[in-house]
């Protein structure tokens, strides 16, 4: 029953944001997601608490009121986002005003090697628009993504496709490597959220010794394909694209010590923006679940 009612929740949830992304106009966006967000806060779901929980552990200097303000903040940042998904999704409309990039060079450069690109992302403000927005401007994009059990069948990789993305579907962590290396064989920009807890390497975050995914740099030593952080952040009425110099990769050291150099080289790089904006990141992922003593 409890499945169930969690089931039905996200269902409706998802036609509700869908619903506001088809009749509001976007300057109505802020607006709405701050009334929503009221609802929210005061909803005692799980995941809330788990958001409340990271970030203790990643602003343990902060007090009580300080934590709960960002939380608040941080629920009207994400329904916000999903709003304005919602809204690109039913308007169609384009992507160029809403945001500005810098470092584009760096990609371009990166995709002139002809080895493809691995964009180091993270689950850090507007992420689709994102890569929505490179797609829009005719850079060969293609992310990887999971069909999530609340959608219907086929809704994100149909929803991908129409953005001209490449859908990159996750079924086993052999088949979706063999599909990103397929996808950097044709010079694509292969974009990668590597902020989750998974198994590979623990790598220092926030201080903290946490379990790391470590698929995209290995396939960046092993392809020699360039590695380039890339994020997206909300500034007051413009998103901000910012795309990072290249990580360079030592082909003479393939060991996992070099992994975890990377790793954390990466994590200190979305630290300090998330420092800079600590209610764009979706605090909602157990980030902090598997912790080394250190």
Same mark, same amino acid.
């Given at each position: 029953?409890?499945?169930?009612?969690?089931?039905?929740?996200?269902?409706?949830?998802? &036609?509700?944001?869908?619903?506001?992304?088809?009749?509001?106009?976007?300057?109505?966006?802020?607006?709405?997601?701050?009334?929503?967000?009221?609802?929210?806060?005061?909803?005692?779901?799980?995941?809330?608490?788990?958001?409340?929980?990271?970030?203790?552990?990643?602003?343990?200097?902060?007090?009580?009121?300080?934590?709960?303000?960002?939380?608040?903040?941080?629920?009207?940042?994400s329904i916000l986002t999903a709003l304005e998904v919602?809204?690109?999704?039913?308007?169609?409309?384009?992507?160029?005003?809403?945001?500005?990039?810098?470092?584009?060079?760096?990609?371009?450069?990166?995709?002139?090697?002809?080895?493809?690109?691995?964009?180091?992302?993270?689950?850090?403000?507007?992420?689709?628009?994102?890569?929505?927005?490179?797609?829009?401007?005719?850079?060969?994009?293609?992310?990887?993504? &999971?069909?999530?059990?609340?959608?219907?069948?086929?809704?994100?990789?149909?929803?991908?496709?129409?953005?001209?993305?490449?859908?990159?579907?996750?079924?086993?962590?052999?088949?979706?490597?063999?599909?990103?290396?397929?996808?950097?064989?044709?010079?694509?920009?292969?974009?990668?959220?590597?902020?989750?807890?998974?198994?590979?390497?623990?790598?220092?975050?926030?201080?903290?010794?946490?379990?790391?995914?470590?698929?995209?740099?290995?396939?960046?030593?092993?392809?020699?394909?360039?590695?380039?952080?890339?994020?997206?952040?909300?500034?007051?009425?413009?998103? &901000?694209?910012?795309?990072?110099?290249?990580?360079?990769?030592?082909?003479?050291?393939?060991?996992?010590?070099?992994?975890?150099?990377?790793?954390?080289?990466?994590?200190?790089?979305?630290?300090?923006?998330?420092?800079?904006?600590?209610?764009?990141?979706?605090?909602?992922?157990?980030?902090?679940?598997?912790?080394?003593?250190?």
């Open positions: 029953m409890k499945k169930l009612i969690k089931y039905l929740f996200f269902r409706i949830a998802i &036609k509700i944001f869908l619903f506001f992304g088809g009749i509001l106009k976007k300057q109505q966006l802020p607006v709405a997601s701050k009334l929503l967000s009221f609802i929210f806060y005061i909803l005692p779901f799980p995941r809330k608490k788990v958001a409340y929980s990271n970030l203790k552990i990643a602003f343990s200097k902060y007090d009580k009121n300080q934590i709960k303000d960002i939380l608040k903040r941080f629920i009207q940042q919602a809204f690109a999704v039913k308007r169609r409309v384009e992507l160029h005003r809403w945001a500005e990039a810098k470092g584009l060079e760096y990609l371009e450069n990166a995709l002139k090697k002809g080895k493809g690109v691995i964009a180091l992302s993270a689950h850090l403000g507007n992420f689709p628009l994102l890569i929505a927005w490179l797609a829009e401007k005719g850079y060969p994009v293609a992310v990887l993504y &999971k069909e999530g059990k609340y959608l219907s069948e086929g809704f994100l990789h149909n929803l991908i496709s129409s953005f001209n993305i490449y859908p990159l579907a996750f079924k086993s962590d052999e088949d979706i490597t063999k599909e990103i290396i397929k996808a950097l064989n044709k010079n694509m920009i292969v974009f990668l959220l590597a902020d989750q807890a998974r198994k590979g390497v623990y790598a220092k975050f926030f201080g903290k010794l946490v379990q790391c995914q470590k698929g995209a740099f290995v396939i960046a030593q092993r392809k020699g394909s360039p590695l380039i952080p890339a994020f997206i952040v909300r500034d007051n009425d413009i998103h &901000k694209i910012i795309i990072y110099p290249e990580m360079k990769v030592n082909d003479d050291k393939k060991t996992e010590e070099k992994i975890i150099e990377l790793i954390e080289k990466y994590n200190l790089t979305l630290e300090n923006l998330i420092k800079l904006y600590p209610t764009q990141y979706y605090w909602f992922h157990r980030r902090f679940k598997r912790m080394l003593p250190h």
